[in-house]
């Protein structure tokens, strides 16, 4: 059973910086991809970047610049390094995992299977 556990969440001004970690366990295929989504209510869940095992990446055009995803595959940890935030940036953080994955081309995917439970990043002015 994969399971996904966020930490890093919380308040920051805008132009400060917060680095999220996802503790993942349970993936037992040999590729796969791990991403970090947002969601802000009334909108739909937003993929912002992602990242397979490979380590190869996506980032949307809206982070790209600021965000940085990584992963420590002897710890399982999935990171996002968010500098230069933004009030836009405030929403409720997702990590999500998709075993037999990999990216390609830099191109977001949208079908993720197994989720964590969220952490909130709010950005004030």
């Known amino acids: 059973q994969v399971q996904l556990?966020?930490?890093?969440?919380?308040?920051?001004?805008?132009?400060?910086?917060?680095?999220?970690?996802?503790?993942?366990?349970?993936?037992?295929?040999?590729?796969?991809?791990?991403?970090?989504?947002?969601?802000?209510?009334?909108?739909?869940r937003e993929g912002i970047a992602q990242i397979d095992h490979e380590d190869n990446t996506a980032l949307a055009e809206s982070v790209k610049g600021r965000f940085t995803i990584s992963r420590d595959s002897a710890k399982n940890i999935l990171y996002l390094q968010m500098n230069n935030l933004k009030v836009d940036d405030t929403a409720m953080y997702y990590c999500a995992a998709e075993p037999w994955c990999r990216l390609l081309r830099s191109v977001l995917r949208v079908d993720f299977s197994y989720w964590g439970q969220g952490t909130q990043v709010t950005v004030s002015s």
């Not at 001004?13 to 917060?18: D, Q, Y």
């Open 5 to 44: 556990v966020e930490n890093g969440g919380g308040s920051v001004e805008a132009g400060g910086s917060l680095r999220l970690s996802c503790a993942a366990s349970g993936i037992t295929s040999s590729t796969y991809c791990l991403a970090w989504f947002r969601q802000t209510p009334g909108k739909e």
